[in-house]
């Protein structure tokens, strides 16, 4: 038989996949450095583990939503992302489309009897 919990932590971990990409996204209209950000989503409750997030920042550059420049004045050299001009207007449509999607959710959802 399953176990309710694991079954749930599973369905979760598809949940987030989606939702840490508006919510990194959200972050980088000024430029961050991967750690900075791991703490920035962490403070809004929004935990990310660094393997995660660096594969995902990767992605998000190669699809021209980031670019990244690093910066070498400090002892140690960071990388800072920010959001391109095309990145802002696919956070923009992804939040309109958010919006959307959480309120359908809110009309099926019996959130009461969940």
Same mark, same amino acid.
């Given at each position: ?45 929004? /935990? ?7 594969? =995902?920042?990767?992605?998000? @550059? #190669?699809?021209?939503? +980031? *670019? ?23 956070? /923009? ?7 959307? =999607?959480?309120?359908?959710? @809110? #009309?099926?959802?019996? +959130? *009461?009897?969940?």
């Amino acid at each position: 038989m399953a176990d309710v919990a694991e079954t749930i932590q599973g369905l979760l971990s598809e949940l987030r996949r989606g939702t840490i990409i508006i919510g990194v996204l959200s972050q980088l209209s000024d430029p961050q450095y991967g750690y900075s950000l791991v703490s920035v989503l962490e403070e809004k409750g929004m /935990s990310i583990d660094p393997g995660t997030l660096y594969p =995902l920042l990767r992605r998000l @550059e #190669k699809q021209q939503l +980031l *670019e990244s420049s690093w910066d070498t004045n400090e002892a140690r050299p960071r990388k800072y992302y920010v959001l391109t001009e095309f990145g802002r207007a696919v956070y /923009s449509g992804l939040c309109r489309e958010w919006r959307e =999607l959480t309120a359908s959710m @809110e #009309k099926i959802v019996d +959130l *009461e009897g969940g």
